[in-house]
């Protein structure tokens, strides 16, 4: 018996199945808006952890014993593919990706091995070979690999004409094999969401109609606070794939509720996810209506959920091209991202976007932004950079409500100026800095003001009594009702 997997334990040949179920399912959901080669992409399920059939990877799962010269199983499982037999269906270049997404589909290093040390192993893998029987294979053959098609850390990069096909081979085979390991579903069907907005009941303003009319386009669109544009944005997505991503936590936290909360009413709540540095946390919080936390924390990490609330940093990381960033590009290829309120982000953040949007429309990925503010030399930038295909609304949707009365007053703020403008009234005092905000806070106590009725917030507090007080205040409307009928 040879493992694949030690926890549980699991035979190559059921760690290959699990993978050709995963690449079914994804092509039969996404096949169409993927642009890659299928047949290519199964032959590398098959085939990519065949290398596992040697002693020392079997030694090290069954028995724990780890050979310092033991060489990388992605490595050897190049020895089983033959050159001779995929020349009959592949071309000559289609061959050398198929090695490369082999070879790299665990992110390492090469530098401590040559093609001699990897064709030195034939031999003692082939007395193996004749142990082990798969059904979606007729013949089991090595052959030595020639730098041909491979040699140790000759990578494709950008600048080769077949980087965009290596980076969807490999992000795909990541994808595949990460959730056939973690038996989860590599992506649930996004069913419901279309369905459910249509439920609500209500007459979709101009926004909202826009978006919907543009619902195959980049779009950016303007909008005063107020318009909906988080279900401008849901309509935009429609029922595909889709992130939808905010500057902050506590706002990803308060859209994540109102989505299964009032659009999705406790129904399909675990095919929405958040995804943010404390997402488990948020998880916890909900516990009552979640049924397993583990499981639905691990389809949010693996990206399997059909609609998913996140940061700007869990997605546009990929700007870097850090190892393994290939899962993330291939993923959004087949993907709508809406960016709300981009105003909020710094400078570095905006070119962090920039870049991103461009990776992800050359992948065939689209993308929103809905904003009450956009800054027009973006639009300059994304021509710069040739992200094209871009419909920008003609003029921003606002109504005729007047929202906001504006007077500047030339005096540093005082707790004596708040007290004469309060009379059970919300006020909100943004002040420059802590300490000023502590001594506002203070002052307004020792003026008499009942601190049940003052609140103060900074980042100094810590985690769980920041946590308590965001939820606080985002309820607070609740907690004066009650307060007012005892």
């Known amino acids: 018996m040879f493992l694949a997997k030690s926890e549980p334990l699991e035979t190559i040949q059921e760690h290959t199945d699990n993978l050709l179920e995963q690449l079914n399912i994804l092509k039969k959901l996404y096949g169409k808006k993927i642009h890659v080669n299928w047949n290519l992409l199964e032959y590398a399920c098959i085939y990519h952890d065949f290398g596992k059939i040697n002693n020392d990877f079997q030694e090290k799962l069954k028995k724990g014993k780890r050979n310092k010269n033991e060489i990388p199983h992605s490595l050897l499982s190049l020895l089983f593919l033959n050159p001779k037999e995929l020349k009959k269906i592949y071309t000559e270049d289609e061959i050398k990706l198929l090695y490369q997404i082999i070879a790299y589909h ?24 004749k142990f082990f029987n798969y059904s979606k294979i007729k013949e089991i053959k090595l052959n030595k690999v020639s730098a041909r098609y491979f040699y140790p850390n000759e990578r494709i990069y950008k600048d080769n004409k077949y980087f965009k096909d290596y980076v969807l081979l490999k992000g ?66 429609g029922d595909n794939k889709g992130f939808y991503t905010l500057p902050l936590k506590v706002a990803i936290n308060a859209i994540y509720d109102r989505v299964t909360k009032k659009i999705l009413r406790d129904k399909n709540t675990e ?21 397993d936390i583990n499981y639905y924390f691990a389809k949010t990490k693996q990206l399997s959920l059909p609609l998913t609330i996140t940061t700007l940093d869990q ?35 905006l070119a962090y976007l920039v870049l991103g949007l461009k990776t992800i429309t050359q992948f065939g990925g689209k993308f929103s932004i809905l904003t009450a503010t956009f800054p027009k030399f973006l639009i300059k930038e994304f021509e710069d950079i040739s992200i094209r295909d871009v419909v920008i609304s003609e003029k921003p949707f606002i109504n005729s409500n007047i929202r906001h009365s504006i007077k500047v007053i030339n005096n540093d703020i005082e707790a004596k100026y708040i007290m004469e403008k309060y009379d059970n009234n919300r006020i909100l005092v943004i002040c420059n800095t802590i300490n000023q905000a502590q001594k506002i806070y203070k002052d307004l106590i020792n003026l008499g003001i009942n601190n049940r009725e003052v609140n103060l917030l900074h980042s100094k507090f810590i985690k769980q009594d920041r946590a308590e007080k965001e939820e606080k205040y985002l309820n607070w409307e609740i907690i004066m009702k009650a307060r007012e009928y005892g």
Request: charged content about 25%.
């Open 172 to 237: 795909l085979l990541n994808r595949i094999d990460y959730a056939a390991s973690a038996h989860i579903p590599i992506e649930i069907p996004n069913d419901f969401l279309l369905n459910s907005m249509g439920k609500l009941g209500y007459q979709w303003n101009d926004l909202q109609k826009y978006m919907i009319k543009k619902r195959n386009n980049n779009v950016i669109a303007i909008a005063q606070t107020g318009m909906g544009k988080t279900e401008a944005g849901l309509l935009w997505i």
């Open 315 to 349: 997605l546009f990381d990929i700007v870097y091209g850090y190892k393994g960033f290939e899962l993330k590009v291939a993923t959004m290829s087949y993907s709508k991202i809406v960016l709300d309120e981009i105003q909020m982000y710094s400078p570095d953040l």
């Open 271 to 291: 095919k929405v996810g958040i995804l943010h540095s404390d997402t488990y946390s948020e998880y916890l919080k909900r516990e009552g209506t979640i049924e």
């Open 106 to 129: 665990h992110e390492r290093d090469f530098n401590d091995y040559d093609l001699k040390m990897i064709n030195n192993k034939k031999e003692g893998i082939e007395s193996l070979i």
